[in-house]
């Protein structure tokens, strides 16, 4: 199924329940949910903010944990009502990492590893066959209104070959999206993270949502 996720990243703060509401009336499932903790990426982000408006809303978030101990952070968001916990492969070795994909699962959450556009999911291909979600970063991790990093095509070129042999695969992109963006990779992505332009746009986004919905 192809989404639209919008990246809580980006929420206005002071209108945020408002917002969230809206996002259920677009009938979205998933929203975005990045944690960071200040030191896999400089910035810190979300924690537990939002979480129990999202419950109260029906709204399932996906946790993209951008933290340097991955295993630590799981335990914290196990009980969230999350759809999915994505944590970054640069953290630790394949190994660990086939582990913390287990662990998720063993909760009831798809599970799901993430790259920076730096880094060339080559290194990674062994992983993707034991993951449900890959998220292809095509912006740094840490800040949100970033410009798209064109590099990203080569993990995402990576991510649809191996989903020729593991059809489930869900490949996820998050970064720099708009419906430029959208209109261009929709045949290669699954899931479109989004956070600026969506929020910037929501008042309008019923229009985009109706169109994207054509788009098959």
């Known amino acids: 199924m192809k989404l639209i996720e919008p ?3 980006s929420i206005n703060k002071e209108k945020a329940f408002d917002q969230l509401k809206m996002v259920k009336a677009f009938k979205l499932p998933y929203v975005h949910y990045d944690v960071m903790d200040g030191k896999f990426v400089p910035p810190t982000a979300l924690t537990t903010e939002y979480l129990k408006d999202l419950q109260m809303l029906g709204i399932k978030p996906n946790i993209h944990l951008m933290v340097a101990n991955p295993d630590e952070w ?10 999915s916990i994505t944590f970054h492969a640069e953290s630790q070795s394949i190994e660990e990492s086939k582990v913390l994909l287990d662990k998720i699962r063993s909760y009831g959450m798809l599970a799901g590893f993430s790259v920076k556009p730096s880094t060339d999911l080559n290194q990674y291909k062994e992983l993707l066959q034991h993951t449900d979600i890959i998220l292809i970063m095509s912006v740094e991790p840490g800040w949100a209104g970033q410009g798209f990093i064109e590099k990203a095509l080569d993990n995402l070129a990576i991510a649809n070959e191996a989903k020729k042999a593991k059809h489930n695969l869900i490949i996820q992109i998050d970064g720099g999206i708009n419906y430029e963006y959208i209109r261009k990779l929709y045949n290669q992505v699954d899931w479109f993270v989004t956070g600026s332009w969506f929020f910037k746009n929501i008042d309008h986004m019923g229009q985009y949502l109706d169109e994207f919905r054509k788009l098959n």
């Open 74 to 83: 799981i335990e914290k968001y196990k009980d969230c009502n999350a759809n």
């Open 7 to 9: 990246s809580l990243l």
